[in-house]
Nanobody, 121 residues
């Protein structure tokens, strides 16, 4: 069974930092893009950052210069280093990965269950 498990969320004061991790496990053949999305209460899920298998990254404008995405391909893990956190960064953060698993010929999107990040003012 393939799964993505996030960790590292929690409560932090404004201006603080957190590091999120997401590990993919199961019968994984290959992973293309990995990324982080977030969903704040009453809002739609939005892209935060993503990174390709080649290391190319893109970020949402709202977090540029404050968050950094990275991955350890050998461990099927993606990270999100978040700094200078603001109350508006409060959300459930979801890990996403485009993976080819098992005997499937094509990659499919997989999602973690999310980890809550709360930034107090």
């Amino acid at each position: 069974q393939v799964q993505l498990v996030e960790s590292g969320g929690g409560l932090v004061q404004a201006g603080g930092s957190l590091r999120l991790s997401c590990a993919a496990s199961g019968s994984i053949r290959s992973i293309n893009t990995m990324g982080w999305y977030r969903q704040a209460p009453g809002k739609q899920r939005e892209l935060v950052a993503r990174i390709t298998s080649g290391g190319s990254t893109n970020y949402a404008d709202s977090i540029k210069g404050r968050f950094t995405i990275s991955r350890d391909s050998a461990k099927n893990t993606v990270f999100l280093q978040m700094s200078s956190l603001k109350p508006e960064d409060t959300a459930v953060y979801y890990c996403n990965a485009d993976m080819r698993v098992g005997l499937n010929l094509y990659a499919t999107d997989y999602w973690g269950k999310g980890t809550l990040v709360t930034v107090s003012s």
